[in-house]
């Protein structure tokens, strides 16, 4: 698998229930970031996690890092309607690069109401 | 809250065209990047600049395209020549500072149509 690979490719839920994803990577990080993007629109950053943390939240929101497997899950915890998007795991430092990141094809989320 | 914003949301050329995008990063942020995405695939990194100049450049980022920052504002990717793979939503995005150690916030994209 390449860099940043999330699975799913694609979650069906009820509104209410909760999500995970998943994301691995191959190389060394320094980061590891998750972006959303409603369809054919921007990327939203949602959170960053360090290299040295295992676990961060924010909001609804929780992410896990560890670097042994070198895989990081996102969970979405009472997930709503609007919540429906693309969801993206990407990392930076891997390869020597601090400058860019390496974002994974995506897992596509979809809550119905 | 500030935000990276891109102009047009939407570009159409003709092949062999030359054409600019542009992007107004966070005003206090140091570092910016250029992303695009072809349709239904991953997003690729393209360019990084800091300082006034290129930080790290992919494959992608041939002869072809070039990048300046105009002024304290403003931070374009132009493509000389448009070639028909050209097509896919390209984004801008920026960060205070170092990839490997903080957020990049991306603007909302243009998308890139070429004929």
């Known amino acids: 698998s390449q860099q940043g690979e999330e699975d799913p490719q694609a979650l069906s839920i009820q509104e209410g229930e909760n999500a995970t994803m998943n994301c691995s990577y191959k190389?060394?990080?320094?980061?590891l970031q998750w972006y959303r993007q409603n369809s054919g629109r921007g990327l939203v950053h949602l959170i960053l996690?360090?290299?040295?943390?295992r676990e961060k939240h924010s909001g609804r929101l929780r992410v896990t890092l560890d670097t042994s497997k070198k895989s990081s899950s996102l969970l979405i915890t009472a997930s709503r309607a609007a919540d429906t998007a693309s969801y993206f795991c990407?990392?930076?430092?891997?390869?020597?690069?601090?400058?860019?990141?390496?974002f994974g094809k995506g897992t596509l989320l979809t809550v119905n109401p | 809250e500030p935000e990276v914003t891109q102009t047009p949301s939407h570009q159409v050329t003709q092949m062999g065209q030359e054409v600019i995008l542009r992007c107004v990063p966070i005003?206090?942020?140091?570092?910016f990047y250029w992303y695009r995405q072809i349709l239904g695939q991953k997003v690729e990194f393209l360019v990084s600049?800091?300082?006034?100049?290129?930080?790290?450049k992919s494959e992608i980022f041939d002869d072809q395209f070039s990048v300046e920052r105009p002024d304290g504002s403003n931070f374009t990717l132009k493509i000389r020549s448009t070639k028909l793979e050209d097509s896919a939503m390209y984004f801008c995005?920026?960060?205070?500072?170092?990839?490997?150690?903080?957020?990049?916030?991306f603007g909302p994209g243009t998308r890139l149509t070429v004929l």
């Open positions: 190389t060394s990080i320094n980061n």
């Open positions: 996690i360090r290299s040295n943390e």
């Open positions: 995005a920026s960060s205070p500072r170092l990839a490997g150690a903080s957020e990049q916030f």
């Open positions: 600049f800091y300082n006034n100049e290129i930080s790290e």
């Open positions: 990407a990392t930076d430092g891997g390869g020597g690069s601090n400058y860019k990141l390496t």
């Open positions: 005003s206090n942020h140091l570092y």
